[in-house]
């Protein structure tokens, strides 16, 4: 069966600092991946998504980057946060385009 | 501009009574349907889903039922009880080939014993 890891489930970071979200698949390969952010209010804002290694989309220009060095493997990462970045993320994968998993989520708080 | 809309916020329902979330959408290129719940500070969790080949899919107490030339679902959770007080989010997929979903905004759901 499969299985998906993010890791920190919370994250206390100050203005300025970078910031490295992790995300890993089990049981399956060559999943679709997905980076969300949930903002109260909003929903779920998809930030990125992979359909493969090195393959990255960007759908809202923002603070933030992804990177899919491995099948499986799934980062989020900021050069230098900002108050704005602070939410909830949530990454996620799916297999023939239809239900996605969702990992538990970061919650992120930037002071 | 949203093309997946949950216009409710917020929804009180007392437990054993029928819940009723309402979700429409306006792009007609959307073809599956599927509706996800969220606890706080969890991952949204795969519910049930319906083809736009069908108009309802039932799984237990959870109903889904899409009106297509109205471009609207709904999911009906028969009888409520308190642990399905949560966020229940609408998605949407188109047919051709993306497999990038769209979400509404998410409904609050509280049932109240």
């Known amino acids: 069966s499969q299985t998906i890891h993010q890791w920190p489930a919370t994250l206390v970071q100050p203005v300025g600092s970078p910031l490295s979200l992790e995300c890993t698949v089990e049981?399956?390969?060559?999943?679709?991946l997905y980076w969300y952010r949930q903002a109260a209010g909003r929903g779920l804002q998809l930030l990125f998504y992979?359909?493969?290694?090195?393959?990255i989309s960007s759908e809202v220009p923002q603070n933030l980057s992804a990177s899919r060095p491995q099948d499986r493997q799934f980062i989020l990462s900021s050069k230098k946060l900002l108050l704005s970045d602070s939410g909830f993320y949530l990454c996620?994968?799916?297999?023939?385009?239809?239900?996605?998993?969702f990992g538990q989520g970061t919650r992120l708080t930037v002071v | 501009d949203q093309q997946v809309k949950q216009n409710s916020p917020s929804l009180s329902v007392q437990e054993g009574r029928i819940s009723i979330l309402n979700c429409d959408y306006t792009?007609?290129?959307?073809?599956?349907f599927l509706w996800y719940k969220k606890y706080p500070a969890e991952g949204p969790t795969f519910l049930i889903s319906?083809?736009?080949?069908?108009d309802k899919n039932e799984d237990g107490r959870f109903t889904v039922f899409l009106n297509k030339s109205a471009k609207h679902l709904s999911l009906h959770i028969v009888p409520s009880q308190p642990g399905d007080s949560a966020v229940y989010f609408c998605?949407?997929?188109?047919?051709?080939?993306?497999?990038?979903?769209?979400f509404g905004r998410g409904t609050s759901l509280i049932v109240h014993p």
């Open positions: 992979s359909v493969g290694i090195g393959q």
């Open positions: 319906i083809s736009s080949i069908k």
């Open positions: 996620a994968y799916d297999l023939w385009g239809r239900e996605a998993f």
């Open positions: 998605a949407a997929l188109p047919s051709g080939g993306s497999y990038i979903p769209t």
């Open positions: 049981g399956t390969s060559n999943p679709n």
């Open positions: 792009n007609s290129m959307f073809d599956y």
